[in-house]
């Protein structure tokens, strides 16, 4: 149903796009303030336990949903849904860099950039079947299958295992590594307490993380907002809506390929990312460019996510991995929130979603 949750709600649901819109935001909104919490709990608790914790929010989610009326129904899904994600974000990333480092496998930005593509991919194949459900058997089938599927990747995050832990000289090791050369143990260093200059220090890490983090979460905020301005246009019909998202899911999958054998240096990040602005811009210029931009703006995506991601797994001590994937997120959601709120309440949404 990820092609088609929003034409459920402004169609079959008949809740408006702006409130949807708003919803949607609400659920951004909410995953930005768990995110650090939950990053803490996974690096605290375990990365499989925040796994099987976010599987259980996602089911919950789906049931509101497919079963939730009015806004209140959409709202409950959204927040549901944003708990789950919340809880995944960063312990996925963080699992599969402590399990790459646990069997002597040193590539982690190619496991992670094929991992994301196979991801993608699979997920485009949900996308069509998910069309072609609905249009054969209705929208209860549909979200019942979504249901299905959601418990199954619970049974999935229940069968990982957790990496076995770092002895303390190899974690004290990466931890002083990560104070000469990254942006980032200052969660830790906060629970120590901070004379001034060490404050100063913590302060410019933190900038230098944002730096990193920026790039990619300024082209994905175009992007979820242009897919959002087409995706609900009043008459588009089913079909059309999957073709689109599975147009865009398969060009973030391209992207993520890609990134597999590219640098993860922070020019070539800035490089990607001032290409994606200059995308984005013709298309609010050139109408008839608006859908071809979304699907580029999408292969950006795919690229840049596990370029910052391999990026940001080589500052991070141990203890902090999940917590710093997270504020990456969090940013995300920030720039995301602010342009599905501008994308809900544009004027000239059918015509220009149409072209």
Same mark, same amino acid.
């Given at each position: 149903?990820?092609?088609?949750?929003?034409?459920?709600?402004?169609?079959?649901?008949?809740?408006?796009?702006?409130?949807?819109?708003?919803?949607?935001?609400?659920?951004?909104?909410?995953?930005?303030?768990?995110?650090?919490?939950?990053?803490?709990?996974?690096?605290?608790?375990?990365?499989?336990?925040?796994?099987?914790?976010?599987?259980?929010?996602?089911?919950?989610?789906?049931?509101?949903?497919?079963?939730?009326?009015?806004?209140?129904?959409?709202?409950?899904?959204?927040?549901?849904?944003?708990?789950?994600?919340?809880?995944?974000?960063?312990?996925?990333?963080?699992?599969?860099?402590?399990?790459?480092?646990?069997?002597?496998?040193?590539?982690?930005?190619?496991?992670?950039?094929?991992?994301?593509?196979?991801?993608?991919?699979?997920?485009?194949?949900?996308?069509?079947?998910?069309?072609?459900?609905?249009?054969?058997?209705?929208?209860?089938?549909?979200?019942?299958?979504?249901?299905?599927?959601?418990?199954?990747?619970?049974?999935?995050?229940?069968?990982?295992?957790?990496?076995?832990?770092?002895?303390?000289?190899?974690?004290?090791?990466?931890?002083?590594?990560?104070?000469?050369?990254?942006?980032?143990?200052?969660?830790?260093?906060?629970?120590?307490?901070?004379?001034?200059?060490?404050?100063?220090?913590?302060?410019?890490?933190?900038?230098?993380?944002?730096?990193?983090?920026?790039?990619?979460?300024?082209?994905?905020?175009?992007?979820?907002?242009?897919?959002?301005?087409?995706?609900?246009?009043?008459?588009?019909?089913?079909?059309?809506?999957?073709?689109?998202?599975?147009?865009?899911?398969?060009?973030?999958?391209?992207?993520?390929?890609?990134?597999?054998?590219?640098?993860?240096? #922070?020019?070539?990040?800035?490089?990607?990312?001032?290409?994606?602005?200059?995308?984005?811009?013709?298309?609010?210029?050139?109408?008839?460019?608006?859908?071809?931009?979304?699907? #580029?703006?999408?292969?950006?995506?795919?690229?840049?996510?596990?370029?910052? #991601?391999?990026?940001?797994?080589?500052?991070?001590?141990?203890?902090?991995?999940?917590?710093?994937?997270?504020?990456?997120?969090?940013?995300?959601?920030?720039?995301?929130?602010?342009?599905?709120? #501008?994308?809900?309440?544009?004027?000239?949404?059918?015509?220009?979603?149409?072209?």
């Amino acid at each position: 149903m990820h092609g088609l949750y929003v034409l459920w709600w402004v169609q079959q649901k008949h809740v408006s796009v702006a409130a949807v819109a708003a919803v949607l935001a609400a659920g951004d909104l909410f995953i930005t303030v768990l995110e650090l919490p939950t990053g803490w709990l996974a690096d605290r608790w375990g990365h499989r336990a925040s796994l099987i914790t976010g599987s259980l929010f996602q089911i919950a989610g789906m049931l509101f949903a497919w079963l939730g009326n009015g806004i209140p129904g959409v709202l409950a899904s959204s927040l549901l849904i944003a708990a789950g994600d919340a809880f995944r974000s960063g312990a996925d990333q963080a699992l599969l860099y402590r399990s790459c480092i646990a069997v002597g496998d040193a590539d982690f930005q190619r496991r992670e950039a094929q991992a994301r593509g196979f991801q993608l991919v699979a997920l485009v194949a949900f996308v069509l079947a998910g069309g072609a459900i609905v249009n054969a058997w209705g929208f209860a089938t549909g979200w019942f299958i979504e249901t299905l599927i959601s418990a199954i990747g619970l049974a999935i995050a229940w069968a990982m295992v957790e990496p076995p832990a770092h002895d303390e000289a190899i974690e004290f090791r990466s931890a002083e590594a990560s104070r000469s050369s990254g942006p980032v143990d200052m969660w830790r260093e906060g629970a120590r307490g901070f004379s001034r200059a060490c404050r100063s220090e913590t302060i410019r890490r933190l900038g230098s993380l944002v730096a990193l983090i920026a790039p990619a979460a300024v082209v994905n905020a175009a992007a979820s907002a242009g897919t959002f301005f087409v995706q609900s246009a009043a008459d588009r019909g089913p079909a059309e809506a999957t073709i689109l998202i599975a147009t865009v899911t398969l060009a973030e999958a391209a992207g993520s390929f890609v990134a597999s054998r590219v640098s993860a240096r #922070a020019r070539t990040q800035l490089l990607l990312a001032v290409l994606g602005i200059a995308v984005a811009s013709a298309a609010l210029v050139v109408p008839y460019a608006f859908q071809p931009a979304i699907v #580029a703006l999408s292969f950006l995506i795919g690229l840049m996510f596990p370029l910052r #991601a391999a990026a940001i797994q080589r500052v991070a001590s141990d203890g902090v991995r999940a917590r710093a994937a997270s504020f990456a997120s969090a940013i995300d959601k920030v720039l995301v929130t602010v342009a599905l709120l #501008a994308a809900g309440l544009m004027p000239g949404r059918s015509r220009r979603a149409r072209v």
